[in-house]
């Protein structure tokens, strides 16, 4: 199928993507065979201990680098995406796989902690366990990068995974999940198990130590309501309806550009990608036309030189379409593009919206298409509260002239994650933490974080020698009580209970 397409301004010839890969199925029935060979194999994995498991999870790295370019093949066959956003996904992915093997060592291995005065006869050590198996459900929109911020943390901490992508993107999980296979020697760590819902609801009730999902937060709200039979502990890396914030001594052509990247690459459908911006009134005009003539520029399609391709999900096209209307319905003003803008063939150009009502769908639900609403405001603490003020809180950008502004403007965002003068600044960063907050989910990928999510503390006390005071016993001495009161009062207290008690006991204080 091929069609002729408008950018916002430049036609532009392109083809949509061929059907996914035809990948098969394993469906719901596979899991439990897939789960149990992962129990089986976990003994293996974990015997290799964290050297053995890096040099493994390098030589995948590895392997998985040296043939990027057919990787990126056929993550543009199923998603849309131009090559080069495959490309640069597969780049990040990696840097997050050698970030966790490199790290888990140091994150997780058992170390001393302080045992403190009352104990001081016991040496204390906290070390990180792995789950066993962890059960990973991803999305389509990011088929290599987001699921592997769960797959690369948890086979690292030593957990085995089973994966249950998106049906939209199996193809490209069983690359990956081939590309194990042949650096592993056939062991079962980490598995790929192709289905829709209800194999992920199957994964989810399979008794698996943890879950790992990306997706809609309605889907996890079922996945939390299936891992709840079974008490299985999750992570949820859920929507987001992020927003930026620009203040009146901001770069403007810099904050335009990459309001117009961040709302606009991967056709909008990105978590973490910008949907809002509230911008000074006094610099609002300027701001705006800076980014419709950004947004201009952007070419639409899936050949060569198009900058994002059509929506993945065929139905996401309504949702889109429905906030636009809503939107103009209201009030809202297009300023590039419009209704007309939602295409035959699943391709949407580039829409700026404004002065659109707060309480609108496409400023409160996530449009996850390249729609950004851009409102002006009288106050930064205007813009802080309508940033915050919906059920979402996945992450954040400002753009400021002043770092201190925007430290303070970012302290008060309630995010994962907040980026100043710049989007998507942490998405290369293997140290730091990913995740949401409010209805953008719980837990965290990535980072030190993101190692100890897939991991469960395990701590020890080993006694050195008899203690001065032999408190944990039916009868202690008078003695002992006598000391452990003084020492309540003199560790805890004030001078006053330390006064008093020692008038109690007869004694003076000075
Ligand atoms: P989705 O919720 O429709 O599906 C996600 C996964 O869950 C798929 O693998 C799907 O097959 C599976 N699933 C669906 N119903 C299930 C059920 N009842 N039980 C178990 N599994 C089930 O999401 P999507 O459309 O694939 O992805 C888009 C969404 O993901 C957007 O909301 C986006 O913001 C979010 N997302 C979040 C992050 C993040 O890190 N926060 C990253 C990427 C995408």
Redesign the pocket.
């Known amino acids: 199928m091929s069609s002729t397409v408008q950018t916002g301004n430049a036609p532009h010839r392109s083809s949509l993507p061929a059907p996914a890969v035809d990948a098969g199925t394993d469906g719901p029935t596979g899991v439990a065979f897939a789960v149990a060979r992962a129990t089986d194999a976990v003994r293996w994995w974990q015997d290799q201990g964290f050297r053995g498991r890096k040099r493994l999870l390098q030589a995948w790295k590895q392997a998985m680098a040296d043939d990027a370019d057919e990787l990126a093949a056929v993550m543009t066959a199923e998603t849309g995406k131009p090559d080069d956003d495959a490309l640069l996904e597969i780049l990040l992915a990696l840097g997050h796989l050698d970030w966790a093997s490199k790290h888990a060592e140091k994150v997780l291995r058992r170390r001393a902690v302080s045992s403190g005065l009352v104990a001081l006869n016991q040496k204390a050590t906290l070390g990180y366990e792995p789950y066993g198996v962890v059960g990973v459900?991803?999305?389509?929109?990011?088929p290599v990068y987001?699921p592997m911020?769960s797959i690369s943390f948890a086979l690292a901490a030593g957990n085995a995974v089973v994966f249950?992508?998106?049906?939209?993107t199996p193809g490209t999980a069983l690359w990956i999940g081939n590309k194990w296979a042949q650096v592993s020697g056939g062991h079962p760590v980490f598995q790929v198990l192709t289905?829709?819902?209800?194999?992920?609801?199957a994964?989810?009730r399979s008794g698996c130590g943890k879950i790992a999902?990306?997706?809609?937060?309605?889907?996890?709200k079922?996945?939390m309501a299936?891992c709840a039979e079974t008490l299985t502990p999750m992570v949820a890396?859920?929507?987001?309806k992020d927003a930026m914030l620009v203040t009146a001594d901001a770069d403007l052509a810099a904050a335009a550009s990459a309001a117009v990247f961040g709302g606009m690459a991967n056709a909008g459908?990105?978590?973490?990608g910008v949907e809002r911006v509230y911008v000074d009134r006094a610099v609002y005009a300027p701001f705006l036309s800076l980014m419709v003539q950004e947004g201009r520029k952007l070419v639409t399609g899936t050949g060569e030189g198009a900058d994002y391709g059509p929506m993945t999900?065929p139905d996401?096209v309504n949702v889109v379409a429905a906030h636009i209307d809503a939107a103009l319905e209201a009030g809202g003003r297009a300023v590039l593009g419009g209704r007309g803008s939602v295409r035959d063939g699943r391709l949407i150009d580039a829409v700026v919206l404004t002065d659109v009502p707060e309480n609108n769908a496409a400023v409160r639900r996530?449009t996850?298409g390249p729609v950004v609403v851009v409102n002006p405001v009288d106050t930064m603490d205007e813009a802080v509260d309508r940033a915050n003020g919906t059920g979402y809180g996945?992450g954040a950008s400002i753009f400021s002239g002043s770092r201190t502004t925007a430290r303070k403007l970012a302290a008060r965002l309630r995010v994962g994650v907040v980026t100043v003068n710049s989007v998507l600044g942490f998405g290369a960063i293997g140290s730091l933490p990913?995740?949401?907050v409010k209805d953008?989910?719980f837990g965290r990928?990535h980072g030190a974080d993101g190692l100890r999510e897939f991991s469960t503390p395990k701590a020890m006390t080993e006694q050195r020698f008899a203690p001065p005071l032999d408190l944990l016993r039916m009868h202690r001495s008078e003695r002992d009580m006598k000391v452990a009161r003084a020492a309540l009062r003199f560790l805890h207290g004030t001078r006053r209970g330390l006064f008093q008690g020692q008038q109690k006991a007869g004694g003076t204080v000075r």
């Open positions: 459900i991803g999305p389509w929109n990011y987001t911020g249950k992508p998106s049906d939209l289905g829709g819902p209800d194999t992920g609801a994964l989810a999902f990306t997706g809609s937060t309605e889907t996890a079922k996945v299936a890396e859920c929507g987001g459908q990105t978590c973490a999900l996401q996530e996850f996945l990913f995740g949401g953008s989910g990928t």
